[in-house]
């Protein structure tokens, strides 16, 4: 063998080596906050064989990356617990979970069992809890002191002050709002349809009421904090991070309810990386590292203790929103059966074209 042979070979070998010690790679599909510098730089020190790539995503882009590629590209997702069931079932995209490698002792109970139960298909369980919240209005209680429920969003008192998002929660909202239960309505689609008809209607005539449709957390509370926007549809999260730079602002839970939802740990059908997935999954379930995450997400860890680990200012904002009688009417997303999201988003469609 020459020398060059043997250099070459010598050199094959290495590289070889130094391939085997790449770190694996967990490709984390979630939303934006929940995977936050400071806890992404702390796992991949206790872990160093394994990176994190993250991609931050919503519930409907999850699903439509996760179809598209059949499941793959991705190691760890987290849609909410009522998107699951049906996109399971009709693109088969997710693979059942191995319970026995999460610590589901440190979660809360009720949540945990919740989730089990609206994403178990065929005895397989697909889903655990995460972070959970609500949807309802938030208000600037010194210029919309009597703002209770969706349909102030509409109303003429409000004029060009007042904000929503067009996705379906706000379908929901407002059904809840025109006395429907949507949730109800699930399993009858013609009556599904003709409540959808009637919101569509009211939200495209509601145009005129509303300054502008926001798309996105920071441009919602720009909106809500330089005063343009007194009243809007948001996320409970949204008015709790803003809540200590203006204490005026809080959370209003709709007279209805506020709509309750929880997002999910979920492996994608084509996966690669199962062991590291389960491996952060149990990581940010810790006590330290979930004071971390509620810093970021501002919303509540579905653990026990989940509002003590809330951030001081976060805290005091939960406490401003709620009491007894809003937690006691909540309404938690119930699952989608399939075909209705394209119902949605057919009338979604048609107010966009509307108001543009």
């Not at 609206?118 to 972070?131: A, K, L, R």
């Not at 102030?152 to 996705?167: A, H, I, P, Q």
């Not at 949730?183 to 009211?202: I, S």
Request: glycine share 8%; aromatic share 8%.
């Amino acid at each position: 063998m020459t020398s060059i042979l043997r250099a070459l070979l010598g050199g094959a070998a290495v590289a070889l080596m130094a391939g085997s010690a790449n770190a694996e790679t967990l490709r984390l599909l979630t939303w934006g906050s929940y995977a936050p510098d400071e806890l992404v730089q702390k796992f991949e020190k206790e872990y160093p064989d394994i990176d994190v790539e993250v991609t931050f995503s919503n519930n409907e882009e999850m699903i439509a990356k996760l179809r598209a590629t059949g499941g793959t590209g991705f190691d760890l997702a987290q849609p909410s617990h009522d998107r699951v069931y049906a996109a399971q079932l009709e693109y088969n995209i997710y693979k059942p979970l191995d319970l026995s490698k999460i610590d589901t002792d440190a979660m809360t109970p009720k949540l945990l069992e919740g989730v089990k139960a609206n994403t178990t298909i065929d005895g397989e369980v697909y889903s655990v809890p995460h972070q959970w919240g609500t949807s309802g209005i938030m208000a600037n209680k010194k210029e919309a002191p009597d703002a209770s429920g969706w349909g102030d969003l509409c109303d003429d008192t409000y004029k060009g002050r007042t904000s929503m998002r067009l996705r379906r929660t706000i379908l929901l909202g407002m059904g809840y709002a025109m006395g429907y239960d949507p949730f109800a309505l699930y399993a009858d689609k013609d009556a599904y349809q003709k409540m959808l008809d009637e919101v569509t209607t009211k939200l495209i005539e509601c145009k005129d009421i509303i300054k502008t449709y926001w798309t996105g957390g920071d441009d919602l509370s720009s909106l809500m904090l330089s005063g343009e926007v007194i009243l809007s549809e948001t996320w409970d999260s949204t008015a709790f991070k803003i809540y200590s730079e203006n204490p005026d602002i809080v959370f209003v839970p709709p007279e209805t309810g506020a709509l309750a939802w929880i997002d999910t740990f979920t492996i994608p059908r084509g996966g690669q990386a199962d062991d590291a997935a389960y491996k952060w999954i149990n990581f940010v379930l810790r006590p330290e590292n979930v004071k971390i995450m509620s810093a970021s997400t501002g919303s509540l860890a579905a653990v026990p203790n989940g509002i003590e680990l809330l951030p001081d200012d976060k805290r005091a904002a939960v406490a401003a929103a709620f009491d007894d009688a809003a937690i006691n009417n909540l309404k938690f997303f119930a699952n989608i059966p399939p075909g209705l999201e394209d119902m949605e988003g057919i009338a979604l469609e048609r107010i966009k074209a509307a108001t543009n």
